[in-house]
């Protein structure tokens, strides 16, 4: 296909690298050029100096950009420049509210737009193993998911526009109480002077066993918060969840409290620091030896 890519950070460069692999032909845009010029260098692919250039006769115009802002410039800029019918595959983590918007505005010039948020984080990205959560037209996904497979291990239509963000919301739920219990965990292992390797291996195979546990239980011990997802990023995520929550009814007293301990780590300069990093605030607050 002839594919359009806006925004070549840590998620989208390596997706968009794939999509170059897979024998497609694409070309890149970043908000920094030099990162644009320097991802078509390495990958092959071909270099935009704006998204509508990005964007000019493509089937497929593919975003990885910041927030629900973001979104909005370059869907409205990039519309007009693509192939009739062309389809608008969002994987950017916004508010559903944004997603049902660029929908309506790219129905109304004859273009779809799929809200498609990921979960695997940058290892995900980089090893082509994303997981997918789409909103939107089917018909227009399945018209494209041969592409997103180049980069995805699986992607699951949820419905109607929104219903990719609002799946999203869901699994940053999940991840934000799993892994504060995890922190106390590990917290409390420490401070009870056990072994934290005898720890994980004696609990790890039984019902406390999760994905985080396996690749943060030892990290989150070691006092390391250098894998991907940074805090700042999960805030902005927290903040679409609570959100949308004030607005649907949901009771979401765990996330709210999470977020707010996001918040503390982000005082303490863990802003960058990986999710994991909860853990850095009850670290913190460790009794001290005698």
Same mark, same amino acid.
């Given at each position: 296909?002839?594919? /359009?890519?806006? $925004?070549?950070?840590?998620? &989208?460069?390596?997706?968009?690298?794939?999509?170059?692999? /897979?024998?497609?032909?694409?070309?890149?845009?970043?908000?920094?050029?030099?990162?644009?010029?320097?991802?078509?260098?390495?990958?092959?692919?071909?270099?935009?100096?704006?998204?509508?250039?990005?964007?000019?006769?493509?089937?497929?115009?593919?975003?990885?950009?910041?927030?629900?802002?973001?979104?909005?410039?370059?869907?409205?800029?990039?519309?007009?420049?693509?192939?009739?019918?062309?389809?608008?595959? %969002?994987?950017?983590?916004?508010?559903?509210?944004?997603?049902?918007?660029?929908?309506?505005?790219?129905?109304?010039? /004859?273009?779809?737009?799929?809200?498609?948020?990921?979960? !695997?984080?940058?290892?995900?990205?980089?090893? !082509?193993?994303?997981?997918?959560?789409?909103?939107?037209?089917?018909?227009?996904?399945?018209?494209?998911?041969?592409?997103?497979?180049?980069?995805?291990?699986?992607?699951?239509?949820? &419905?109607?526009? $929104?219903? !990719?963000?609002?799946?999203?919301?869901?699994?940053?739920?999940?991840?934000? $109480?799993?892994?504060?219990?995890?922190?106390?965990?590990?917290?409390?292992?420490?401070?009870?002077?056990?072994?934290?390797?005898?720890?994980?291996?004696?609990?790890?195979? &039984?019902?406390?066993?999760?994905?985080?546990?396996?690749?943060?239980?030892?990290?989150?011990? %070691? $006092?390391?918060?250098?894998?991907?997802?940074?805090?700042?990023?999960?805030?902005?995520?927290?903040?679409?969840?609570?959100?949308?929550?004030?607005?649907? &009814?949901?009771?979401?007293?765990?996330?709210?409290?999470?977020?707010?301990?996001?918040?503390?780590?982000?005082?303490?300069?863990?802003?960058?620091?990986?999710?994991?990093?909860?853990?850095?605030?009850?670290?913190?607050?460790?009794?001290?030896?005698?």
């Amino acid at each position: 296909m002839k594919i /359009g890519f806006a $925004g070549l950070g840590v998620m &989208g460069g390596p997706m968009a690298r794939h999509l170059v692999a /897979g024998g497609h032909e694409v070309t890149g845009y970043n908000r920094s050029p030099d990162k644009a010029r320097a991802w078509a260098a390495a990958t092959g692919g071909r270099f935009a100096g704006s998204a509508a250039e990005a964007a000019d006769g493509a089937e497929l115009l593919i975003l990885c950009v910041g927030n629900d802002d973001d979104v909005r410039a370059v869907t409205t800029e990039a519309l007009p420049h693509l192939a009739g019918g062309a389809v608008i595959v %969002d994987h950017t983590t916004t508010s559903a509210r944004v997603a049902r918007e660029m929908a309506a505005l790219a129905a109304g010039q /004859g273009r779809e737009f799929i809200d498609a948020p990921v979960s !695997g984080g940058q290892a995900g990205a980089e090893n !082509g193993q994303l997981s997918v959560m789409a909103g939107g037209e089917a018909a227009a996904l399945a018209r494209v998911e041969p592409a997103l497979m180049a980069y995805s291990k699986a992607v699951k239509h949820m &419905g109607a526009s $929104g219903s !990719g963000q609002l799946t999203k919301m869901v699994n940053q739920i999940a991840i934000a $109480g799993v892994v504060q219990g995890l922190a106390e965990a590990v917290h409390f292992a420490e401070v009870a002077g056990l072994d934290t390797d005898a720890a994980y291996d004696a609990i790890s195979k &039984g019902a406390a066993q999760s994905w985080q546990m396996d690749n943060r239980w030892k990290t989150m011990a %070691d $006092g390391k918060f250098e894998f991907g997802f940074a805090v700042d990023w999960m805030r902005k995520d927290l903040g679409l969840v609570l959100d949308e929550a004030r607005a649907n &009814g949901a009771h979401l007293s765990l996330t709210a409290l999470v977020d707010q301990f996001y918040s503390e780590v982000q005082a303490m300069g863990g802003a960058r620091w990986d999710t994991s990093s909860l853990a850095a605030r009850l670290q913190d607050r460790a009794p001290k030896p005698r």
